[in-house]
């Protein structure tokens, strides 16, 4: 069982940045693969970006690639999303999810992942 809570969201202006932070417990941190995922008003929850194991290979969704980067430190069971040049459209609530994956294959359906935080909210206001 591993348990998710995410943390960082809050209201930013457009253009500003942001980290968001996912704690994990539970055993075996390391053998999963981490992915974030957002939710915007109105909208069907999407992928964001996701991180393998080890960190060595990341994979982001085309809205975001360039403005964000995922990582992680299994020592701390610890991951993270540092967002860069937020835009109104980022706007959403931002969730944290794991799946069981001791290899360097990401997936970006959500259906993949067994466990999910709560969510935090990001606000991205001009």
């Known amino acids: 069982q591993v348990q998710l809570v995410e943390s960082g969201g809050g209201l930013v202006q457009t253009g500003g940045s942001l980290r968001l932070s996912c704690a994990a417990s539970?055993?075996?941190?390391?053998?999963?693969?981490m992915g974030w995922f957002r939710q915007a008003p109105g909208k069907d929850r999407e992928f964001v970006a996701a991180?393998?194991?080890?960190?060595?290979?990341?994979y982001y969704a085309d809205s975001v690639k360039g403005r964000a980067t995922i990582s992680r430190d299994n020592a701390k069971k610890m991951v993270y999303l540092q967002m860069y040049s937020l835009k109104s459209e980022d706007t959403a609530v931002y969730y944290c999810?794991?799946?069981?994956?001791?290899?360097?294959?990401?997936?970006?359906?959500?259906?993949?992942?067994?466990?999910w935080g709560h969510g935090t909210q990001v606000t991205v206001s001009s």
């Open positions: 999810a794991g799946r069981y994956s001791p290899s360097s294959i990401l997936s970006i359906k959500e259906a993949t992942y067994t466990y």
């Open positions: 539970g055993r075996s941190f390391s053998s999963y693969a």
């Open positions: 991180i393998s194991w080890s960190g060595d290979n990341t």
